[in-house]
């Protein structure tokens, strides 16, 4: 799905921009996390919090921290 709405945003653009999937991020609150695409692929919210700040470490505790506030009571981090 992903690589899917990639390409077709990219050809929507009608040729305006380079060609890029780096330029496009698919992001789907109501997907769960590892649902999410970006450069044709799937990546994970910690995924993009290490894109954003450049620290893996951030990235990752900020994520976890994200979605323990989603799962349901008991549930463990996957």
Do not use: Q
């Not at 590892?34 to 893996?56: E, H, M, Q, R, Y």
């Not at 900020?62 to 009571?73: D, F, H, I, V, W």
């Amino acid at each position: 799905m992903a690589r899917d709405i990639t390409a077709a945003v990219l050809d929507a653009e009608g040729g305006a921009h380079g060609r890029d999937p780096s330029r496009v991020w698919v992001f789907t609150p109501e997907i769960p996390d590892g649902s999410w695409g970006a450069l044709g692929s799937i990546v994970t919210l910690a995924d993009i919090a290490t894109f954003a700040t450049g620290d893996p470490e951030r990235g990752a505790r900020y994520a976890e921290e994200r979605l323990a506030t989603r799962r349901p009571a008991g549930t463990l981090a996957g």
